[in-house]
């Protein structure tokens, strides 16, 4: 968690969205992964982290917002996010019966955003909104 704190540090540092972005996509997977949990707690969200990282089975952590319950992928692009990656996380989101968040640091496709939009269950954050929401100082809503 200290990783996660120092890099939302050096995030405010940096200048440019884009600049921050590329850094985004130069940390470790896991660290990523800490990080965006932090922020949904720091949101007030209340949050469960895994006992490990890796064999998750494409859940990266749990968080509610009240009553609901959202599963959370993390993905740390460079390039092209991995459709596969998107039709797991539908898969995982229908199975658990919730809704859930696809975070990532890379571009989206129009086959992947076209997933996307046939699960209203499921909001990507990514981009410009990926960097609103870690920004703690901009609002966040799950509706907008």
Known sequence: MRQAGRILAKLDDIPHPGQRLA???KIDPYTLEELLLEVFE???FTIQRNKRYSGDGGLDGKVWCGDE???IQAKRYSNLINKRHVLEFIELVERFQCKGFFCHTGRTSSG???LFNGHSDILMLSGSRLLDFIDLDKPFSINN
């Open 112 to 114: 992947s955003k076209d």
């Open 42 to 44: 720091r949101r007030g």
């Open 69 to 71: 319950l959202y599963l």
């Open 23 to 25: 850094y985004l996509r």
